[in-house]
Every structure is written in structure tokens, then in C-alpha cells.
Nanobody, 121 residues
Framework: QLVESGGGSVQAGGSLTLSCKAS????????MGWFRQAPGKEREGVAA????????YYADSVKGRFTISQGNAENTVYLQMNNLQPEDTAVYYC?????????????????WSQGTQVTVS
């Protein structure tokens, strides 16, 4: 189970931090990431992090503005979102995988959170 928190509404240029905790699993996930889906659009990958080694990946649209990081607790990740713009408005989902996964393919991820709304006006 993936439980996320931190969504909400913010004005353009503002910041939000999303958090996600994977529970009920035995062992450490291989990678965790964030996707988003705006109304009428496909789900798109935003950022991902390899748990061992902490290699990160970002969509071009968020590079330099969003930062994914691991928490001190196992299987916890954060998404720091700065300089938010109206086009960032979407439902944001946390994802996890026991294998290598790609932000370019939602089908490579096995576990999903229920989503949290981020609205930028």
C-alpha cells in the first residue's frame, strides 16, 4: 500500500511537497516515483529515484523545479515542487516497483497510490 500526502492548492510560483510511504511490504522497493494525470490527458511520469544508489530521473517539464528524494524511513519518498505553474495542475500519484521501472512507461510500475490533487492558479 502506498499512502501519499501533501497535495493542495497554491498560486503560481508557489511550492508544495508531496510525501509517500510504502507499507505492508517485506523488504525495500527497487525504485519509487511520481506520476501525474491532468483532466483529459494520459498519465505522465514526473520523477523517479532508484532506492539503492539514489539515482534520479525527471521529466523535462519539471527539471530544475521538482526534486525527488528519499526519506530516512525505508520506502519513503518526497517530491519537492517549486515554482509551480498552472500546467502542473493534476492528480499526482506515487508509484513503486520491485524491478527497474521507467517514468516513460506507467506499465513498468507495480504499485500505485490513490492520488492527490495539486491545483495551481
Amino acid at each position: 500500500q502506498l499512502v501519499e500526502s501533501g497535495g493542495g492548492s497554491v498560486q503560481a510560483g508557489g511550492s508544495l511537497t508531496l510525501s509517500c510511504k510504502a507499507s505492508g511490504y517485506g523488504g525495500r522497493r527497487v525504485c519509487m516515483g511520481w506520476f501525474r494525470q491532468a483532466p483529459g490527458k494520459e498519465r505522465e511520469g514526473v520523477a523517479a529515484i532508484m532506492i539503492l544508489g539514489a539515482t534520479t530521473y525527471y521529466a523535462d517539464s519539471v527539471k530544475g523545479r521538482f526534486t525527488i528524494s528519499q526519506g530516512n524511513a525505508e520506502n519513503t519518498v518526497y517530491l519537492q515542487m517549486n515554482n509551480l505553474q498552472p500546467e502542473d495542475t493534476a492528480v499526482y500519484y506515487c508509484a513503486a516497483s520491485d524491478l527497474r521501472a521507467s517514468i516513460h512507461s506507467a506499465s513498468t510500475w507495480s504499485y500505485w497510490s490513490q492520488g492527490t490533487q495539486v491545483t495551481v492558479s
